[in-house]
């Protein structure tokens, strides 16, 4: 007879091991008895997660901009078009105007001379967002339009991560394979973002010998996110399928057997 020890473990960020960041966590995993020979499967799911939005648009892996090989840094927050224009432009040489074409969705910048921005440079991380590739471009006649749109679109979804369990899913991104949640983003900032597990997905867990794990919530470069000291919370279940050793019925069948060889 097969039967199921379930055991729920509702956790949260609260002891994080980065700080204010809450996206670096590690979870012990008591009295799992994953080594006991009769166990048949033992499945992991997450039931529910409740994550607030508190983490910055502009963050400390997208605020830089190199302009004629110099880094400048622009203050981590969330930004309209508006407002991100006026940090920008407080940050880099006195001197540059930037514009906003709400017709293309483009931003334009002028300066005294003519002028480089090193977007094929490292520290260059604020691309995507103003509308860069990761090629470097010159201003022409003091002037350069960026050749793509604006982004200030907040993170698309963030990805609940565990080398531990060994899933083996995939992300084309970055060639991951950690991922055990990849929670999108419906709330707008400081909301919460709720998850239930609606298509009860779960995973087989092979690895018997896990007494803890580590959870890093990252974005699709699995870049840890700071969450700005505001705690997420997951519940998720382990199942342990098992075969009952005990069941009466089961050892009478065994006895049978037994004989009906010995007769053999």
């Known amino acids: 007879m097969i039967k199921t020890k379930t055991r729920q473990f509702n956790i949260s960020s609260k002891n994080s091991n980065n700080g204010s960041y809450k996206s670096d966590v590690t979870i ?23 994550v607030c939005n508190s983490y910055y648009l502009i963050n400390e892996n997208n605020n830089g901009i190199v302009i004629d090989n110099i880094l400048y840094s622009v203050q981590l927050g969330n930004y309209n078009v508006n407002n991100f224009i006026t940090a920008l432009t407080s940050v880099i040489p006195s001197g540059f105007i930037i514009t906003y074409s709400s ?43 960026l050749p793509y749109v604006v982004n200030f679109l907040p993170l698309a979804r963030i990805n609940f991560r565990s080398n531990f369990f060994k899933f083996n899913n995939y992300s084309t991104t970055d060639n991951s394979t950690d991922i055990f949640l990849s929670l999108q983003n419906s709330a707008p900032p400081i909301g919460v973002i709720y998850y239930v597990n609606q298509t009860n997905t779960n995973f087989i867990i ?19 996110i700071n969450f700005n000291n505001v705690n997420w919370f997951m519940t ?7 075969k009952d050793l005990n069941d009466p019925n089961q050892n009478f069948l065994s006895i049978i057997k037994n004989n009906i060889r010995k007769i053999w």
């Open 236 to 242: 998720f279940t382990i199942k342990i399928d098992y």
């Open 103 to 145: 017709i293309t969705n483009k931003l334009t910048f002028t300066y005294t001379t003519n002028f480089t921005i090193n977007a094929g440079s490292s520290q260059s991380t604020i691309n995507t967002i103003i509308g860069l590739n990761n090629s470097n471009i010159t201003s022409v006649a003091n002037t350069l339009v």
């Open 206 to 224: 092979n690895d018997m010998n896990i007494t803890s794990i580590n959870i890093n919530v990252t974005d699709d470069d699995s870049n840890l």
């Open 28 to 50: 012990s995993l008591p009295d799992l008895h994953f080594n006991e020979r009769d166990i048949v499967n033992v499945l992991f799911s997450v039931d529910h997660a409740e």
